[in-house]
């Protein structure tokens, strides 16, 4: 985690539990020519717009606040949900998501395809078990945890 993002972190913590929020991402990226500070935040029930701009407006304030400033250069905040198809990077994501239905991504074919979407049933440390419906059959298919390039939430159609 980089320098300016163990800061934000330590910094919205407090705002976020005085307010039964809870931190879900946090990304200090350059696109383009500018630098944007973006936090993703949620509560149990969703997260709304105003819940956003009420956690964005104290964070500026305490950034504001702090010197020397720990982040120098220009840049946007920008403090949003994670979203419906947010993706699921830490273990505890995975855990949130069983019962879910999620989209994978894989790094090599599983049964001849990288991509597949179906409900997370099992999660282990190695694998998780993904119950998909392939050509109008359901079935459970297990999947290893490290051949997953990417995963999210999905929204079924």
Request: aromatic share 8%.
């Amino acid at each position: 985690m980089s320098e300016v993002t163990q800061t934000v972190k330590e910094l919205i913590t407090p705002i976020l539990d005085s307010h039964g929020f809870y931190l879900y991402d946090i990304e200090f990226v350059h696109e383009g020519k500018s630098w944007y500070l973006r936090v993703y935040v949620d509560k149990d029930g969703g997260i709304n717009i105003e819940d956003c701009a009420l956690v964005s407006d104290e964070l500026s304030e305490k950034l504001d606040t702090i010197e020397p400033d720990p982040i120098p250069q220009a840049y946007f905040l920008e403090v949003s949900s994670p979203g419906a198809e947010r993706p699921l990077k830490k273990p505890q994501d995975y855990e949130n998501a069983v019962g879910e239905y999620i989209h994978v991504s894989l790094y090599a074919p599983i049964n001849g395809e990288k991509v597949y979407e179906g409900t997370l049933k099992e999660l282990s440390d190695e694998e998780l078990i993904l119950t998909v419906n392939l050509k109008g059959r359901i079935k459970d298919l297990n999947i290893p945890r490290k051949s997953i390039a990417k995963a999210r939430l999905a929204i079924k159609f």
